[in-house]
């Protein structure tokens, strides 16, 4: 039988945490250590591969976005230029039939040379789909909504079914002082970012400063390499420590809409600076769908509060990020968050 104080509990914690802070762990979400670390330990041996075999699914346009991308390839953007991010990655998302109705439509290209990846990888998104569900239940309890808002048409028809979900699976290596990668800025000043200040631009990351796109991420993460961080209130750059057992999870831009700016997405970048050791992440983003039309709640307009925000529709505002945020062959183009 469920509890219903430990569930209002965790929804009032959950309301917390996404209003003052924006990142949140959570424990307990039922999925195996054998599939959360399993996936982890098959992507570092895919990541290990040659290049010419990696390259077998490598993303373009004509993939929809979809597949691997080498190093240097994903770029963090900013008023008058990028910074290319210092890894490698797999992008899927939610596989479509009708390509045409996007450029990011389309089939994942798995990596099935590798079978035991393929399959746990797909485990592994399965059960985020439903971790997902539960934590945006609790969001909305949270919020004083009924539990399945979310899975509602107001609420973006989010839920395991129709929530267009990204997953990334990424490799990290070591940020090295003063190398340069092709085409690129200098690998410096990691040291200076590790230690949580400000660095400029023209710095190489891991992953450069940036805010979510849509609702709800949930980051499985190495359990012994800190590399993630997240700007606090004061300014401050906190690393969001691995805790065994647990996901880091944060909110993006489509919860400052939804709420009407009660809940702000916090920005984060990623920095390993390990001289020796690379990182593996594999961050699931629990969307709504595809065509949904995220707008300001009205049951949260309280004291005739009128809307900060309009009306925007997921799947555009997903694609707008999603085609700059590629460098590929120095033309841009462009995967997931």
Sequence with gaps: MQDPNGT??????????????????????????????GVRQEARRWFNMPAHVKEQIALNPHTAFRGYQQLGANVTR????????????????????????????????WPSHS????????????????????????IAQGLGLQDDFFESKAGGLTNAESSYWVTRVIHYP??????????????????????????????QLSCGEHTDYGLLTIVNQDPDIPALQVKNARGEWITAAPIPGTFVCNIGDMMRVYTNGAYTPTLHRVVNADPSRSRVSVPFFYETAFDAEV???????????????????????????????????????????
């Excluded at 079978?115 to 609790?138: D, H, K, N, T, W």
């Excluded at 707008?295 to 509060?305: E, G, R, S, Y």
């Design 8 to 37: 209002e509990r965790v929804a009032t914690q959950l309301h917390q945490a996404c209003r003052d802070v924006g990142f949140f762990y959570i424990q307990g979400h039922g999925m195996s250590g054998s599939v959360s670390n």
């Design 78 to 109: 900013y008023d008058g230029g990028f910074q290319r991010d210092w890894h490698e990655a797999i992008d899927l998302y939610k596989e479509e039939a009708d390509a045409s109705a996007s450029p990011v439509h389309g089939q994942n290209q």
């Design 295 to 337: 707008a300001p709640v009205a049951a949260l307009l309280k004291d005739n509060k009128q809307p900060m925000f309009n009306p925007v529709i997921y799947g555009r505002h997903l694609e707008s990020k999603v085609l700059s945020n590629f460098e590929l062959g120095g033309s841009a183009a462009a995967a997931a968050v």
């Design 174 to 203: 070591p940020l090295q002082e003063g190398k340069q990668e092709s085409g690129g800025a200098a690998v410096k000043g990691s040291s200076e970012a590790a230690a949580g200040g400000e660095i400029d631009r023209a710095v």
């Design 115 to 138: 079978p035991a990846f393929e399959a746990v990888l797909r485990q592994y998104i399965s059960g985020c789909l439903s971790i997902g569900q539960a934590v945006m239940r609790g």
